[in-house]
C-alpha cells in the first residue's frame, strides 16, 4: 500500500513516475495484470520511500532539538533549586 498519490507533496517530487504509473494503469484491466505495470509501480515506490525516508529524517533532527530544549530547560530548574 502507498499513501495518496495525488498530494501536492507527491506531484512536486515523484509526478512523472506517478503518471507513468497512471498511464500503464489506463491501458485497461489485463495489461496490468499481466504485469506490463510492474516496473513504472517499482519507480513510484523508490520515489515515495525516498521522500519517507528524507521526511523521516527531519523530523528526527527536529525532535533532537526539542528534546535539548528540554533537557537545557530543566537542567536550568535544577540549578535554581
Not at 513504472?40 to 526539542?66: F, G, I, P, S, Y
Not at 530547560?73 to 540549578?79: C, G, Q, S
Amino acid at each position: 500500500m502507498h499513501p495518496h498519490l495525488h498530494t501536492v507533496e507527491n506531484q512536486k517530487n515523484c509526478a512523472e513516475v506517478i503518471a507513468a504509473l497512471d498511464e500503464c494503469h489506463a491501458r485497461g484491466f489485463i495489461h496490468k495484470v499481466l504485469g506490463n505495470c510492474t516496473d513504472a509501480k517499482q519507480k513510484v515506490n523508490m520515489c515515495l520511500r525516498a521522500q519517507r525516508l528524507e521526511r523521516t529524517k527531519l523530523n528526527r533532527e527536529m525532535a533532537k532539538a526539542k528534546r535539548a530544549k528540554i533537557e537545557k530547560a530543566w537542567a536550568e530548574i535544577d540549578e535554581n533549586r
